[in-house]
């Protein structure tokens, strides 16, 4: 029998507040980095208009669901407002990261806090807008949240950056190719604003109205 020398691959989580872009990171550091591999996470909600199953999620029934929380097929999962189900399938990065390939996987902070548990080595990387109004104009800009909505979810964003110690390394997203840029030498070198070094950015953030 011939070992397998091959290096195992390493897992990148990219978390964000709801409209600070990371959809849009996640599908161009693909296409720039075609060796890199996405986790589609699987979902109890219905699909959105022009979503595919398998593509963009993993589209499954709560009793599926609650079948693979029990036989502990998810490196993470998560009840969303008491309403779906969302979750990273175990068997599937395990198997990528065995073959040497990098995945990616967009995450929200409780995920990317439970898979630090499960995988130390993974580099986990938090991107914000550079201010909390610019996020503000953002949710807006899209048209989809009522002011209480937006209100929420900038309040849900403060939360989430209140806990950034646990990841590697921040992207502030301030111009879209600049911050493909970084995000593919954190990915290639681990150079970038490492998260412990910007303590200084976020009175600024959050100072701005």
């Known amino acids: 029998m011939i070992a397998d020398h091959r290096q195992p691959g390493r897992l990148i989580v990219l978390s964000a507040p709801s409209g600070a872009g990371k959809s849009t990171l996640k599908d161009l550091i693909l296409k720039r980095m075609p060796e890199l591999v996405y986790s589609v996470s699987y979902t109890t909600r219905s699909p959105r208009p022009g979503e595919v199953d398998g593509r963009d999620y993993h589209f499954i029934t709560a009793e599926r669901f609650k079948d693979m929380i029990a036989r502990d097929e998810f490196l993470e999962w998560a009840e969303v407002f008491g309403r779906h189900c969302y979750g990273t399938g175990r068997g599937w990065v395990e198997a990528r990261l065995a073959e040497g390939r990098d995945v990616i996987a967009d995450l929200d902070v409780a995920g990317a806090a439970s898979v630090r548990k499960l995988k ?3 580099l986990l990387v938090f991107m914000v807008p ?4 610019e996020l503000r104009r953002r949710l807006a800009a899209r048209h989809t949240e009522s002011e209480e909505e937006a209100a929420r979810r900038l309040a849900e964003a403060q939360a989430e950056i209140g806990r950034r110690s646990l ?12 911050t493909l840029a970084e995000f593919e030498a954190i990915i290639r070198h681990g150079r970038g604003r490492a998260m412990a070094e910007t303590e200084g950015f976020w009175p600024r953030f959050f100072g701005e109205r």
Do not use: S, V
Request: avoid cysteine; proline fraction near 11%.
């Open 167 to 178: 990841y590697d390394f921040l992207l502030i997203n301030d111009d879209l190719d600049r």
């Open 130 to 133: 550079p201010t909390a109004g």
């Open 120 to 122: 130390p080595e993974a």
